[in-house]
């Protein structure tokens, strides 16, 4: 993709978005089943919405905060784990953007699910994620940003092509 020319598409701004928040609650869901899963006898939506299961007086809590914290930092990317950030958004100065329209949309879904979040661990774990989620993902884009292009495989396809035509 050519970022010279930006082209306002809200399709495809509305399609990452949507891919962003999938992958998000799919990481979670995962970090949920391996971390939560195996201490309560059924994982209920409850503890992905419901600003009350963030608790650090229980070893549950404990461990549903960093179920959200794994799926911050899964958010991000790297080159071993999940990409979500570095392949769907692909811009250093739009992962911000997008990690806080993730985490407002989340603040919504819980404000419908369970009421406003009056716990102050829910408010500590969630702008913490967003801040990982933002910070890395900018650092992996940028990285992926800088990286040298390749000039001998260009001289090589364009040489190859020329000899075509001749």
Not at 78 to 83: D, E, L, P, T
Not at 152 to 165: C, G
Request: charged letters at 15%.
């Amino acid at each position: 993709m050519f970022y010279g020319a930006v082209v306002w598409d809200p399709w495809l701004i509305v399609s990452q978005i949507v891919c962003l928040q999938c992958l998000y609650y799919l990481a979670l869901g995962l970090a949920m089943a391996l971390l939560v899963g195996t201490r309560v006898p059924r994982l209920t939506l409850l503890y992905f919405f419901d600003f009350a299961t963030l608790t650090p007086r229980t070893p549950t809590g404990w461990c549903a905060i960093a179920s959200f914290l794994l799926a911050a930092v899964a958010g991000h990317g790297n080159q071993r784990i999940a990409v979500f950030m570095l392949y769907v958004i692909e811009r250093a100065k739009k992962c911000l953007d997008f990690a806080a329209t993730l985490y407002i949309i989340h603040l919504f879904i819980c404000i419908v699910y369970g009421g406003w979040p009056a716990s102050i661990t829910w408010w500590v774990v969630n702008i913490g994620g967003l801040a990982i989620m933002a910070l890395l993902g900018e650092y992996l884009c940028i990285r992926r940003e800088l990286k040298d292009i390749p000039i001998s495989r260009l001289r090589a396809i364009v040489f190859n092509l020329t000899a075509k035509r001749v």
